[in-house]
């Protein structure tokens, strides 16, 4: 079995991700949040605004990625029952489809007009490629290096992406940088543990996770978030202290969200920062993550009835607060 957060790998390997123990985790209250911003009765405005963005024609779907009033991620069609990787801007009625035709794909990640993720079909040889699109299915563009057996791409600054990429001779999957081309990849994994994964990048910085084996007696893995500056030896974990399992799925180069105890979260660079994303929520809703964050603070993600896959909607956590004042200026875009 695999006990995750999303479902990030497509090798068709049996695996388990272990969620243990969490500890403490300091909330923010959305009420007392709200300081700088009213509604027209006065009452202090909530920082979030959270937005639906399931699509009529789809059963159900997921936002993992956002820039720019822009969000992508995928959809399962009703008719077929395929996954498609899908383009919003704000709306569920904006959506865009960027199926590549004869291929399942999901969307991963967002940057000013180029969007990244995956897909597998007939040209694929059944195997899922990263994928590179420019706003529309036809645009679809294959960066599968060489000496992987499967890849995917999960995050992009408009100009660089991040991924994985597994090989069956040696049975791990590896974080990766690419510099716009197959051609151009970096491997970002250390060793010393199992696998890795990089899933968004910001300006000069990566984040995603790596698989750490809890030591009982059989292969069960913990995730631990990870930030990485464009290299292996650039490595830092950013598990902390007394946690048992996290994963950093998003940068915005200073804000980064996740997932921890099956809430959504967005942290400021520290543990003790954190803001429980899942409080802003409609009423009902048992598991969130936050899977995307953009350079204004907007953050997508999704949201599950009963806790399983098939009742998720996507949503936007519309920042409604000016975020906090960077101590440089920023450089990236996304």
Known sequence: MRVGMQPLLHSGKIRAVLLLGLGTITMVNPSSAATSSQTA???????????????????????????????VG??????????????????????VDLYPSGRESEAHSICGGQQVGSGTGPFTGGRWHALLWRGSAASAVDLHPRGFDVSEALGTSGEQQVGYG?????????????????????????GGFFFSYALSISGRQQVGWRAVDIGIGMPVWVPHALLWSGTAGSMVDLQ?????????????????????????????????????????????????????????????GYASLTGGPDDSHAFLWKRNMPRPVAKEQDTMRC
Do not use: C, Y
Request: proline letters at 4%; charged letters at 15%.
């Open 41 to 71: 009765s006065g009452q202090p405005a909530p920082p979030f605004t959270a937005i639906d963005l399931n699509p009529n024609e789809f059963t159900n779907s997921r936002a993992w990625g956002v820039s720019g009033g822009q969000q």
């Open 74 to 95: 995928e959809g399962h069609d009703q008719a077929t029952g395929k996954r498609h990787a899908l383009l919003w801007r704000g709306s569920a009625a904006s959506v």
């Open 166 to 190: 597994h090989t069956i001779n040696d049975d791990v999957d590896h974080a990766l940088l690419w510099h716009g081309s197959a051609a151009s990849v970096v491997d970002l994994h250390s």
């Open 240 to 300: 902390g202290a007394g946690d048992g399992s996290s994963q950093a799925v998003a940068t915005n180069g200073r804000e980064q969200v996740g997932v921890r105890g099956g809430h959504a979260l967005m942290w400021r660079g520290s543990a003790a920062s954190v803001v429980d994303l899942h409080a802003f929520l409609p009423p009902g809703f048992a598991t969130s993550n936050a899977t995307g964050i953009d350079s204004n603070g907007d953050i997508v």
